[in-house]
């Protein structure tokens, strides 16, 4: 397996866009996960999916954001209108069942919001 | 609520020994795992601890007291590519929540 995949992997946007940014899970993991990671706030979870279903999005900051998991190959995360204080490296992880412990991170999507 | 309280960095010489200490606070616990991070890379597993005691693996050795609500990371024979970010992660059952992470610096 290739591990987890992001993309894009870096983003540059102008205030007020609309961003997504994309996930492919490892291949029968059921549990998916969006973090946000800057200097100030570290590694923040924001929305957590289990066999696809969101189950906890009480990070997801605002209205502004809105995540989606319509099969279990495949996630987005949207931004919009995006801002200046959005830029930040966003990691999609994903991690299988039966005990098994370790999440696994896609190497990151570094955006930034001019 | 939950939070996770970590030194935020700590500096080593090559060859020593370090210990990360991880004290968390959550509703619903099921382990406390450890990650891997570099600069500009993605972090990576290191350890799973959801037992009390010591879980050893090469020179990394994790730690877990439930009674405690604590934990550390034991890095042992310190080599220059240890250095990198460490974090915490409370396991509630599904849902993984980090730590602010340690940057240990590792100094020949």
């Known amino acids: 397996d290739a591990g987890v995949i992001q993309s894009p992997r870096h983003e540059v946007t102008e205030m007020g866009q609309e961003v997504t940014l994309r996930c492919k899970p490892i291949?029968?993991?059921?549990?998916l996960f969006w973090y946000r990671q800057t200097m100030m706030r570290g590694l923040e979870l924001l929305i957590y999916?289990?066999?696809?279903?969101?189950?906890?999005d009480s990070g997801m900051p605002e209205d502004r954001f809105s995540a989606k998991m319509p099969n279990a190959s495949f996630s987005t995360l949207k931004i919009q209108p995006s801002e200046p204080r959005d830029s930040a490296v966003y990691f999609c992880?994903?991690?299988?069942?039966?005990?098994?412990?370790?999440?696994?991170f896609g190497q990151g999507t570094r955006l930034t919001v001019v | 609520g939950q939070s996770l309280e970590q030194p935020s960095e700590v500096t080593a010489v090559e060859g020593a020994i370090v210990q990360i200490n991880c004290t968390y606070q959550t509703s619903g616990f099921y382990g406390l795992s450890w990650y891997q991070q570099h600069d500009g890379g993605a972090p990576t597993f290191l350890s799973y601890?959801?037992?009390?005691g010591l879980e050893e693996t090469g020179r990394f050795s994790s730690f877990l007291s439930r009674s405690d609500s604590y934990g550390y990371l034991l890095l042992q024979e310190l080599q220059m590519k240890d250095s990198a970010s460490y974090f915490c992660a409370v396991d509630q059952g599904g849902k993984l929540i980090f730590g602010q992470g340690t940057e240990l610096s590792v100094k020949p």
């Open positions: 992880a994903s991690r299988g069942t039966g005990g098994n412990t370790e999440a696994f």
């Open positions: 999916f289990n066999n696809n279903v969101p189950i906890d």
């Open positions: 291949s029968g993991h059921n549990s």
């Open positions: 601890n959801a037992l009390d």
